[in-house]
């Protein structure tokens, strides 16, 4: 369909209006995600049990493992899936503010981490749980020494002054925010979704489940960290930062913790395959420790059976 000159066509419109959304970078995630053999939910529905509506997120990824994977570690099942947001802004930097980590992933993953094995009511450092996660777990979170503890979204004004826009597109001040809050709330919805039915097979089975979620942000977009330094504030361009988040979990009413990597979309393919890398050093780890895990589970149920007991 052609128009006279200096109109654009509706197919022109339509084209620069799809540029401006998220979705083609959704369909881009998506396609990176698939060569990297994982398999790709788009769309994938949750319950919000705060604004009681089926919702979605943008993507959500299942990596597909060798064969022998799972063999070797049997009876214990990992899974490693990933719950992905995808946002664009023309108009906002996205600047995060960064605070020293504490070295210990454990801290930081409440939230996105459940196995089928029961935790005793009595803390015990030789627990299960306390030994997956401390001698198991190759999270690729270890490797930042700061983490982000808030953020802004900041009108680039300058440059919208310059192009002669008037700032009322792109991203809003709450997109970090809702994307976030997105990525909680479906993790809380899987996990214990797929607590319940794992905990079912156990009992059938004599299997042990272990899941760990990994929510992520992809960003097309200018991106900084920020941080003071001698009193003054100073901005760093970043292409992969970490955010810590908390949530107050509706299904178990527990405060729990999330580490969600902020991934800017120059960068997703390499954060893709380092993500891997951690997947497969975790499942090795836990080859190796296999009999002492299940040794550990087994104390683990004798002592949450006896807790019960003597109620």
Same mark, same amino acid.
């Given at each position: 369909m052609k128009q006279s000159e200096g109109k654009e066509t509706l197919e022109e419109y339509l084209v620069e209006r799809v540029k401006k959304s998220g979705y083609p970078l959704e369909i881009e995630i998506? *396609?990176?995600l698939e060569r990297e053999n994982f398999v790709v939910f788009n769309t994938q529905y949750y319950f919000d049990e705060e604004r009681k =509506?089926?919702?979605d997120i943008d993507i959500y990824a299942l990596p597909l493992k060798p064969d022998t994977a799972d063999d070797r570690i049997r009876p214990l099942i990992l899974s490693t899936d990933v719950a992905i947001e995808c946002k664009k802004s023309e108009t906002h930097a996205w600047v995060f503010?960064?605070?020293p980590r504490i070295p210990m992933s454990s801290i930081y993953i409440s939230g996105q981490f459940r196995t089928t094995v029961p935790q005793p009511e009595e803390f015990t450092t030789d627990s299960f749980e306390w030994f997956?996660? =401390?001698e198991c777990l190759v999270l690729h979170y270890d490797k930042f020494e700061r983490i982000a503890v808030a953020y802004e979204e900041i009108k680039k004004k300058k #440059? +919208?002054? +310059?192009?002669g826009k008037s700032g009322k597109d792109g991203s809003s001040r709450r997109e970090i925010? +809702?994307?976030v809050n997105q990525l909680v709330k479906f993790i809380c919805y899987e996990l214990h979704r797929w607590h319940d039915r794992t905990t079912m097979l156990t009992g059938? =089975?004599?299997l042990e489940y272990m899941m760990i979620f990994f929510p992520i942000i992809v960003f097309d977009g200018d991106m900084f960290e920020a941080f003071l330094a001698s009193g003054e504030p100073v901005l760093k361009s970043k292409t992969h930062l970490l955010l810590d988040t908390h949530y107050r979990c509706p299904y178990c009413e527990e405060v729990e913790s999330f580490? #969600? *990597?902020i991934v800017h979309r120059s960068y997703f393919n390499e954060f893709l395959r380092t993500m891997k890398e951690h997947f497969y050093k975790t499942m090795e780890a836990i080859r190796r420790n296999r009999d002492e895990l299940l040794k550990k589970a087994n104390e683990d149920r004798m002592r949450s059976h006896k807790e019960a007991t003597n109620k």
């Open positions: 998506s *396609d990176v =509506q089926g919702r503010y960064t605070r997956l996660q =401390q #440059i +919208e002054k +310059e192009a925010f +809702e994307a059938t =089975q004599n580490n #969600i *990597d």
